[in-house]
Nanobody, 126 residues
């Protein structure tokens, strides 16, 4: 069983920054990709960013390009989402996701990921 645990959420003013972390524990598994998604109240879960584990390629949703950065630590155990210039519309529960059975065909698709964390709340006040 693979467990993904997010941390780093919180309340921040518009223009501020936060760094989310996602650590995997449990049985050893091969990671093809790790991603971040978010879900705002009353809205569907949406793609934010993804990291292809083999070569470090990154993918971003258009509204976060230039503000958010997804990266992993040198030990390759944790994936981060650095969020800068936060806006009230970034307010959501942020979820970490892992693809460990195959490379995602489309990184923005929820069904391409096999494991999910419980989520961490990010609130951006205006």
């Amino acid at each position: 069983q693979v467990q993904l645990v997010e941390s780093g959420g919180g309340l921040v003013q518009a223009g501020g920054s936060l760094r989310l972390s996602c650590t995997a524990s449990g049985r050893t598994f091969r990671r093809y990709a790790m991603g971040w998604f978010r879900q705002a109240p009353g809205k569907e879960r949406e793609f934010v960013a993804a990291f292809r584990w083999s070569d470090g390629n990154t993918y971003y949703e258009d509204s976060v390009k230039g503000r958010f950065t997804i990266f992993r630590d040198s030990a390759k155990t944790t994936v981060y989402l650095q969020m800068l210039s936060l806006k009230p519309e970034d307010t959501a529960v942020y979820y970490c996701a892992a693809a460990f059975t195959s490379f995602p065909y489309a990184y923005e698709r929820i069904d391409e990921y096999d494991g999910w964390g419980q989520g961490t709340q990010v609130t951006v006040s205006s």
